[in-house]
């Protein structure tokens, strides 16, 4: 796991103003939310979190800038951006189902919201204070069970998913499937690399998202050494992916 950290830190510095574009955009997609449900915290607290139920498909272009590194190419925002294309329906299948799950998790959020937060009606800075306090304990636990249901549900089903479509041109189901056959080869490791990605996603948003300049596009290229470790080898189209049992974090 720290290998694949270090080649996602190598990368971001091979490509520095090209991978910084993408943080850019995680950042002003965060500015955007904090602007539009400011008044609607449950909202975007669940918005919030979805940054780490959708990263998998926010991060294309970073898988894409690796995977031109890795062949010794000069990476461009233009192609890195537009690299969905490669397997442009099967990519926009699985980030539908994504997408899907953001609007189950918004929906649970405001159920958790309405029967375990105490107190009225709550500002931005009053559900902040409860985790940071741990004032309203039950909504606190009932919160973090729900989301780390649906981000552990997302996990295993995308943590390979879309580097594989990029790269071999698999179709949504054959990846989803792929992830969880590598979840179950390696559930100590993998579980170890899903709460590092939650840990330095959400430090990286407290600073008003600033740390995801760095943070987003790097966890992008982590993730694509991350699949060439776990699904190494490529295979006759009629033979799953060989997955890799003992990973070395």
Known sequence: MLNWLRLGWQDLMRSYLTGVWFGVCFVAMGALLMLTFNRAPAYLM???????????????????????L??????????????????????????????????LWGRASLV????????????????????????????VIAYVIVGA??????????????????????????????????????????????????VLTLVAMLPAFIGL???GPWLGHATWHAYRALVPAKVDPATPPRIARDVVV
Not at 46 to 68: E, Q, R, T
Not at 112 to 139: C, H, K, S, W
């Open 46 to 68: 669940a918005l919030i979190s979805g940054f780490l139920l959708v990263g998998p498909f926010i991060c294309v272009g970073c898988y894409a800038i690796s995977y031109a």
């Open 70 to 103: 890795e062949r010794g190419k000069q990476p461009e925002i233009k192609r890195a951006a537009l690299a969905f294309r490669n397997n442009a329906k099967n990519i926009a299948i699985f980030a539908a189902v994504l997408g899907v799950l953001e609007l």
């Open 112 to 139: 958790v919201f309405a029967l375990f937060y105490t107190g009225g009606l709550p500002e931005t800075g009053d559900i902040l204070r409860a985790f940071m306090t741990l004032q309203n304990v039950p909504f």
């Open 149 to 198: 249901i649906f981000a552990t549900l997302v996990f295993v089903t995308s943590v390979v998913a879309i580097p594989l479509m990029l790269n071999r041109n698999t179709d949504a189901i054959t990846a989803a499937l792929t992830s969880v056959r590598v979840c179950l080869a390696s559930p100590g490791s993998l579980a170890l690399w899903g709460a590092t990605i939650a």
């Open 213 to 215: 300049i760095l943070v």
